[in-house]
Structure formats: structure tokens, C-alpha cells
């Protein structure tokens, strides 16, 4: 029979951005995950939001954020309500604050999936339970727990280490670039000059990495992007939302994650990719295959990476 640790907390009420956690609270969040992990594999039982119930609101389709986000409040004894935009249309049925105050009075928390970071916000803002942002157009907090938590799996430890991102300056592009600076990563960011991550978040990550020790890198020279990196992480092309914007696929083009990319980074480099991925556009279907294993442990990751963010919300 082994101890269960105790879930760390967070000063923040709401997980929204990844910005306004520490390294200490960051950290503290994937030492948890890797212990719920554990003890899920071992089919020992945690489940400390016994009786709560949380509402989760997805704008955008989903596969692995409703999907480990409804067995993780499963497994943590809490009851999902899923709900669909046709039910609460966020921001127009009724004000963003309404629907905010009436949740509060049922529920324990509230996920929510969609555009607009500013309804996010203002969500936070109204709503008297944690709000737990699981993607927006800027940002994507939840995902970067999984990927941190896979590349401290395979590597230990995230000092002297460098991950490369290639592709769209997107709401992955921003919330890597928080994670990254927040544990002590180094991280370039490769992209096409018209497709930098917003210099907001850029200015951020650079603040937080004068603290950790960081290197923040934001090029169009791919090669020296690549170069050295202990994780190689791609992304789709076209976000969810900008289908329409198919002109992209030409100047992401020499972006695309293959051998040769791979050729010039660290020997032993992992891939991730925080999925779905389009094989032959952002990665080559060769390289996802001979990475597949690591990228199915991020996606795996994304359960436990939540469930600790949950139990530490509940318990702050
Ligand atoms: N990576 C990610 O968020 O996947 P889904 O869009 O399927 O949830």
C-alpha cells in the first residue's frame, strides 16, 4: 500500500494562461502528475472531489482535452457536465457574467474551450469557482503540463535542455513559450516572419527567463532553430477556426518536421506534437511513426497533467 503525496497549490484561483505560475508551483504540478500517474497504473485510488461537480463548455471540437478531462474528474470522484455551445452560447444567449454567477451557484469549477481569451477572462472574473482554460486562440496552459511532463519522463530535468518549435507563432507557440521560460527550458521558436508568436507574450517569456536561466529565440532560420534541441514539437498548420486561411500550407512549407530537420538536432531528441497531426504537411509520416511512442505518452499525459491541476485548484 503506498502514500498518497499531497497535491500542491497554487496562489492563482483560476488556471488560465500558465503565466502566473512559478516555477516552484510548476514544478510542484508535474512531480503530482507523475505521482497520480503511478498510482493510476498501480489501480490505487485518488479521489478527492468526491461530491463536486464540474462543468465543461467546449466551443471547438475535441478529442483528447473532453475525452482526459472527463475520466480525470472520474477517477478524482468528481461529476463532468459537459456542455455544448447550442446549450449556453457563451456571451449571447445571455452576458458572459450571468452565465458566470449562475454555474458558480451549481458547480465546482468550470473548463472551458474556445476563442476568444478575453471571454475566458471575463468568465474568470464573474464566476466564485476556479475556471480552467482548455484552449483558447492565445493560449493552451492544460497542454503545456503534458508536454513538460513528457520531456521531464524522458529526460530528467529541463536545466541546460532546449526545445524547438516549429511552425505557426499560435496559442501552442505562446503557451510553450511561458512553460518553457517558467521551468528553465530554453526554447526557439521557428517560424515565417508573418507568423510570430504575439510580442506580448514573447516580452513575458523573456521577463521569466531572466529569473530561470532560459534562453527566449524567435527566428526564421530553421536550421539554427533545430540546432542542438533535446525536443523537436510541431503543431498543425491551420489552427481550428482558419480553414479558410489555406495559403499558409506554401510558407510553413520548409517548416515541415522530417529527417532532415531532425538531422540537426540533439541525437537523442524527442518529437512532440500535441496532436492532431496532419502527416506530410507539419511532419513527415516516417518521423511521427519512429516518435509515436512518445507523442501517445503526451497524449496520455494530458489525463494526469489535468487531474494534478484539478486536485491543486480544488485544494488552493
Ligand atoms: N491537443 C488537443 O488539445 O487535442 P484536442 O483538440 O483533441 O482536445
Request: glycine residues 6%; negative net charge; contains cysteine.
Amino acid at each position: 500500500m503506498s502514500t498518497t503525496a499531497s497535491a500542491p497549490t497554487l496562489k492563482s484561483k483560476h488556471f488560465l494562461t500558465l503565466g502566473d505560475v512559478s516555477q516552484e508551483e510548476l514544478m510542484g504540478l508535474l512531480s503530482f502528475a507523475a505521482h497520480l500517474k503511478d498510482l493510476r497504473k498501480r489501480g490505487e485510488v485518488y479521489a478527492p472531489l468526491q461530491g463536486k461537480s464540474v462543468a465543461m463548455y467546449f466551443e471547438k471540437p475535441s478529442n483528447r482535452t473532453r475525452v482526459s478531462f472527463e475520466v480525470g474528474l472520474n477517477d478524482l470522484g468528481a461529476h463532468p457536465i459537459f456542455l455544448r455551445k447550442e446549450e449556453i452560447n457563451l456571451g449571447v444567449r445571455e452576458t458572459i457574467a450571468d452565465t458566470a454567477r449562475t454555474l458558480s451557484r451549481y458547480v465546482d469549477s468550470i473548463i472551458i474551450r474556445t476563442f476568444d481569451q478575453g471571454e475566458v477572462e471575463e468568465l474568470a472574473h464573474y464566476a466564485t469557482v476556479p475556471v480552467i482554460n482548455a484552449l483558447t486562440d492565445q493560449y493552451h496552459p492544460c497542454q503545456i503540463v503534458a508536454d513538460l511532463l513528457t520531456f521531464k519522463e524522458k529526460f530528467g530535468d529541463f536545466k541546460g535542455k532546449k526545445l524547438c518549435y516549429l511552425g505557426d507563432g499560435n496559442n501552442m507557440a505562446h503557451s510553450l513559450l511561458l512553460g518553457c521560460a517558467t521551468v528553465g527550458m530554453s526554447i526557439s521558436i521557428g517560424c515565417p516572419p508573418d507568423y510570430i508568436p504575439l510580442p506580448k507574450i514573447v516580452e513575458k517569456a523573456k521577463a521569466i527567463a531572466k529569473e530561470t536561466g532560459a534562453e527566449i529565440e524567435v527566428t526564421d532560420r530553421i536550421t539554427h532553430a533545430v540546432e542542438g534541441a533535446h525536443a523537436v514539437y510541431t503543431d498543425v498548420w491551420v489552427s481550428m477556426g482558419q480553414e479558410s486561411t489555406s495559403s499558409k500550407y506554401d510558407v510553413f512549407q520548409d517548416y515541415q518536421v522530417n529527417k532532415e530537420i531532425m538531422g540537426k538536432a540533439d541525437p537523442n531528441a524527442i518529437v512532440l506534437h500535441c496532436l492532431p497531426a496532419h502527416r506530410g504537411e507539419e511532419i513527415c509520416g516516417n518521423v511521427f511513426e519512429e516518435h509515436a511512442e512518445t507523442i501517445f505518452d503526451q497524449a496520455e499525459n494530458r489525463l494526469h497533467g489535468q487531474k494534478a491541476v484539478l486536485a491543486a485548484l480544488f485544494k488552493s
